[in-house]
């Protein structure tokens, strides 16, 4: 079964700083990954996905993230952070065996950006 | 083009009661799944429907159950309800022939259960 794991639930950064969140993934074929972002109170907005392409994947909001297959990691990252970049993270890979095609998530990482 | 809309936004519910929540899917969007996302954890897949017959189930049990409409819209009814039931509910609707490369998700419904 596919899974991901999200090193460190909390990310503590000041603004103007380099962000990276990192993302562990486990899957027996080749996967598609997903990074979410949720704001307090709001569901899930996608930032950026992999599905086989390029292994670097621009998303919104200046996020950006690298698909290595031979550490297994698709970790996310922006050059200079902002204030408005607070919130929850969550990684994501697609289960396409027996539960259907469903989003198999991390536990999240708790972005905060100090003035 | 109206996102997809989940309603109610808040609920509270005593413990052994049944609930219902709706989800309407993005306008053209075909494929609907129920997600529940306990507080600080990641959103856990409940199951999918498509073509308004359940698609895949994750690892919750039969008390939750759920339809789909013609029009794609989608309930998720959740009997007996439990303390452990407390969560956000999320639904996310995806497009014909996208699989879960497109999930587009709704503001979810908190649930509460005393």
């Known amino acids: 079964a596919q899974s991901v794991t999200q090193l460190g639930s909390h990310v503590s950064v000041s603004e103007g700083a380099l962000v990276l969140l990192r993302c562990n993934y486990s899957?027996?074929?080749?996967?598609?990954l997903f990074w979410y972002v949720q704001y307090p109170n709001q569901g899930l907005q996608l930032l950026l996905k992999?599905?086989?392409?390029?292994?670097l994947v621009k998303g919104i909001n200046g996020f950006e993230a690298e698909f290595k297959k031979s550490e297994t990691s698709f970790h996310l990252t922006k050059p200079s952070a902002h204030m408005s970049d607070a919130a929850e993270y969550f990684c994501?890979?697609?289960?396409?065996?027996?539960?259907?095609?469903?989003?198999?998530f991390g536990k999240g990482t708790t972005l905060s950006v100090s003035s | 083009e109206t996102g997809v809309t989940q309603s109610p936004t808040h609920l509270i519910k005593t413990r052994g009661q049944q609930v219902t929540l709706r989800c309407s899917s993005q306008?053209?969007?075909?494929?609907v799944s129920w997600y529940q996302q306990a507080l600080g954890q990641g959103p856990q897949f409940i199951f999918q429907?498509?073509?308004?017959?359940?698609?895949g189930r994750g690892n919750f049990p039969p008390r939750f159950s759920g339809l789909q409409f013609p029009n794609y819209s989608s309930e998720l009814n959740v009997n007996a309800l439990e303390l452990d039931d407390s969560a956000l509910y999320l639904c996310?609707?995806?497009?014909?022939?996208?699989?879960?490369?497109?999930?587009?998700f709704g503001q979810g419904t908190r649930l509460t259960v005393v």
């Open positions: 996310a609707s995806s497009p014909p022939g996208s699989g879960n490369t497109e999930a587009f």
């Open positions: 899957s027996s074929v080749p996967p598609y």
């Open positions: 992999y599905t086989s392409a390029a292994t």
């Open positions: 994501a890979v697609s289960d396409k065996g027996q539960a259907g095609t469903a989003l198999i």
């Open positions: 306008s053209g969007h075909n494929t």
């Open positions: 429907y498509y073509r308004e017959e359940e698609n």
